[in-house]
């Protein structure tokens, strides 16, 4: 159904009577709350009578406590008007306990003296590779100790590189 005018005559009267969007297309019929809304900006009625609402909150009382004399302790609550979705949601603050710093125990570093030392073309299968040095330098080196079976490093080596896993945090 479209605005005629007797319709959009009685849009404007509706509108500056106060009513809501949703009333006056109740009233009208045929037609949803928002064109009620798309014809009122094209018509530019921004001005209206104000609604019979309150603006100031309400005070809420709880259960058991009379409206006229609150409790000492009572907390008074105010009720939101418009989009509650739009209302700030303030969720309590977890405090986390303090994480355990787990401190890693000192390794010592392998003295490997200068006669033991492995250069990249004399490393062989069976020897640790754990780089020792800058490579850009040349006293560069490798372990070039017997190697633990199955991985890289000798047994003092590979104790540096696998760190045991910790135990996670568990997240609420």
């Known amino acids: 159904m479209g605005w005629t005018e007797e319709r959009v005559e009685l849009l404007k009267k509706l509108w500056a009577d106060g009513l809501s969007a949703s009333q006056i297309a109740g009233r009208l019929g045929g037609i949803t709350r928002n064109a009620v809304i798309g014809k009122v900006h094209r018509l530019g009625l921004a001005g209206r009578a104000t609604t019979s609402r309150m603006r100031s909150p309400r005070l809420r009382h709880r259960i058991g406590q009379t409206p006229m004399r609150p409790a000492p302790a ?20 977890e405090q986390r306990m303090p ?15 200068p006669v033991l030392r492995v250069n990249l073309l004399d490393l062989k299968e069976c020897m640790c590779r754990w780089p ?41």
């Open 74 to 93: 009572a907390r008074i609550q105010y009720r939101t008007h418009g989009n509650t979705a739009l209302k700030p949601v303030f969720a309590p603050v």
């Open 99 to 113: 994480a355990l710093a787990l401190v890693p125990s000192p390794i010592e570093d392998l003295n490997i003296p």
């Open 132 to 172: 020792i040095g800058d490579p850009q330098s040349e006293d560069f080196h490798f372990c070039g100790r017997h190697k633990a079976s199955g991985g890289s490093y000798c047994e003092h080596h590979a104790r540096i590189a696998f760190q045991p896993v910790t135990r996670r945090a568990v997240k609420k």
